[in-house]
């Protein structure tokens, strides 16, 4: 029988487990600092809480993994889940609904069906939703988190990258199509075709006055927003209200002294987005990203309450740590042979090795020294005596007690 993966899916291997506890300890730091509380919801999820919520484009639905769950005679549809955001809001609804504003954080697989199977389908992510709160402070507070976590992991040259999804659905409306027509721009948008926006737009000058600055904007400060809201005096109410929000959002982040850049077409798939959207990236590598969902809890249930959070996404920070396995640790423990006294001689070591918060191995192979920072010999002679390596500083030394090695290994 052959051993093999399923396609699209990975082992973590120890040195890929020891970088994902780095990322998920940096995130979990960040966020109970933040004051955010931990969560973790099922992997099996109803579809219809995805495609009632508007939240799978078509072009999604082709990508998620769902099944029929059998129930006496009554199947359900389920899906492995393809978003983290949506069943916190479930949990949130279901769970936490007497809280007025609720900072969650999650760390969790999501699954997305990718046709050559040469790509991840299982992918890792750490979230973090405020549910309720001010709009402009959770705004803020969840990018200075999200940056706050790639700071602590040592990343640099991170660029932040800022649209607003309520901009472009204001700007699709601006279109003035049938029902039918705009939901197909807007799908085509969702999946990254800017372009149906230039042709749509091809016949009416003035609505192309304000629409190819806003496309074609890369600034790097609210104030490159203000050249689009002096051409927009046409622009309907929605339209002015979402650059409005847009412009404040910059303004404070200009003044938090925040850097990024604004660029309207360079997020895509914001199906529940309402708000301001932000993406990190490295050479062009999408690390996470998140915006402001204020529809979202409205369509699952009867409360209306505002909600913005974002997802960073382990695989890709994970090749970017700068980190690497040379620091040797841990201390081997041995003896010339696994005689019954040498055994209990070397588990009542490493017992007081562990006691004093080190990481210590009992093993009679040999083993590459190298691979340790310690490495402690227990001879059969009476009494006992230890013979102590440092592999770091080429040292050795013999001593007759435990306290004396624990002295010498820093215990």
Same mark, same amino acid.
């Given at each position: 029988?052959?051993?093999?993966?399923?396609?699209?899916?990975?082992?973590?291997?120890?040195?890929?487990?020891?970088?994902?506890?780095?990322?998920?300890?940096?995130?979990?730091?960040?966020?109970?600092?933040?004051?955010?509380?931990?969560?973790?919801?099922?992997?099996?999820?109803?579809?219809?809480?995805?495609?009632?919520?508007?939240?799978?484009?078509?072009?999604?639905?082709?990508?998620?993994?769902?099944?029929?769950?059998?129930?006496?005679?009554?199947?359900?549809?389920?899906?492995?889940?393809?978003?983290?955001?949506?069943?916190?809001?479930?949990?949130?609804?279901?769970?936490?609904?007497?809280?007025?504003?609720?900072?969650?954080?999650?760390?969790?697989?999501?699954?997305?069906?990718?046709?050559?199977?040469?790509?991840?389908?299982?992918?890792?992510?750490?979230?973090?939703?405020?549910?309720?709160?001010?709009?402009?402070?959770?705004?803020?507070?969840?990018?200075? #988190?999200?940056?706050?976590?790639?700071?602590?992991?040592? #990343? !640099?040259?991170?660029?932040?990258? #800022?649209?607003?999804?309520?901009?472009?659905?204001?700007?699709?409306?601006?279109?003035?199509?049938?029902?039918?027509?705009e939901a197909k721009v807007l799908s085509r948008v969702l999946?990254?075709?800017?372009?149906?926006?230039?042709?749509?737009?091809?016949?009416?000058?003035?609505?192309?006055?304000?629409?190819?600055?806003?496309?074609?904007?890369?600034?790097?400060?609210?104030?490159?927003?203000?050249?689009?809201?002096?051409?927009?005096?046409?622009?309907?109410?929605?339209?002015?209200?979402?650059?409005?929000?847009?412009?404040?959002?910059?303004?404070?982040?200009?003044?938090?002294?925040?850097?990024?850049?604004?660029?309207?077409?360079?997020?895509?798939?914001?199906?529940?987005?309402?708000?301001?959207?932000?993406?990190?990236?490295?050479?062009?590598?999408?690390?996470?990203? !998140?915006?402001?969902?204020?529809?979202?809890?409205?369509?699952?249930?009867?409360?209306?309450?505002?909600?913005? !959070?974002?997802?960073?996404?382990?695989?890709?920070?994970?090749?970017?740590?700068?980190?690497?396995?040379?620091?040797?640790?841990?201390?081997?423990?041995?003896?010339?042979?696994?005689?019954?006294?040498?055994?209990?001689?070397?588990?009542?070591?490493?017992?007081? #090795?562990?006691?004093?918060?080190?990481?210590?191995?009992?093993?009679?192979?040999?083993?590459?020294?190298?691979?340790?920072?310690?490495?402690?010999?227990?001879?059969?002679?009476?009494?006992?005596?230890?013979?102590?390596?440092?592999?770091?500083?080429?040292?050795?030394?013999?001593?007759?007690?435990?306290?004396?090695?624990?002295?010498?290994?820093?215990?």
């Open positions: 029988m052959e051993n093999t993966k399923c396609k699209g899916m990975r082992d973590l291997l120890p040195s890929d487990m020891r970088r994902f506890r780095l990322i998920e300890e940096a995130f979990r730091t960040s966020c109970l600092k933040y004051n955010y509380q931990e969560v973790r919801t099922p992997t099996l999820e109803y579809l219809h809480l995805f495609t009632a919520t508007g939240t799978l484009t078509p072009s999604m639905l082709g990508k998620i993994y769902s099944f029929l769950d059998w129930d006496g005679w009554s199947g359900e549809r389920v899906v492995l889940r393809p978003d983290g955001t949506i069943p916190v809001v479930r949990l949130c609804i279901d769970s936490l609904s007497e809280h007025e504003t609720a900072r969650l954080f999650y760390v969790t697989n999501i699954f997305a069906f990718e046709e050559t199977g040469k790509k991840n389908r299982e992918r890792w992510q750490c979230g973090a939703e405020f549910l309720g709160g001010t709009k402009l402070a959770a705004d803020a507070e969840i990018i200075s #988190l999200a940056r706050e976590v790639v700071r602590k992991l040592g #990343l !640099g040259d991170i660029r932040l990258q #800022l649209s607003h999804a309520g901009l472009v659905k204001a700007l699709v409306k601006e279109l003035k199509l049938s029902p039918s027509e999946d990254g075709d800017w372009q149906v926006l230039e042709e749509a737009t091809s016949a009416n000058a003035e609505l192309g006055k304000f629409l190819y600055p806003l496309l074609n904007l890369k600034g790097k400060s609210g104030g490159f927003l203000q050249n689009v809201k002096a051409l927009s005096l046409q622009a309907s109410p929605s339209f002015k209200a979402s650059l409005e929000d847009f412009i404040t959002i910059t303004t404070l982040l200009d003044s938090l002294k925040c850097n990024y850049e604004i660029d309207m077409s360079a997020i895509r798939s914001f199906e529940y987005y309402t708000g301001v959207c932000f993406q990190l990236l490295d050479n062009g590598e999408k690390l996470g990203g !998140g915006g402001r969902y204020d529809d979202l809890i409205p369509l699952m249930s009867n409360k209306n309450i505002p909600a913005c !959070g974002f997802a960073l996404y382990v695989d890709p920070i994970a090749k970017l740590l700068p980190w690497e396995d040379k620091e040797k640790f841990g201390i081997l423990i041995t003896g010339t042979q696994p005689s019954p006294e040498i055994v209990k001689a070397c588990f009542t070591l490493a017992q007081s #090795l562990r006691d004093a918060k080190h990481v210590a191995e009992v093993d009679f192979i040999t083993r590459d020294p190298s691979d340790y920072r310690w490495v402690i010999s227990v001879s059969e002679e009476e009494p006992t005596r230890f013979t102590v390596t440092d592999c770091k500083q080429k040292q050795q030394q013999t001593v007759a007690s435990l306290t004396e090695v624990l002295s010498i290994v820093g215990g």
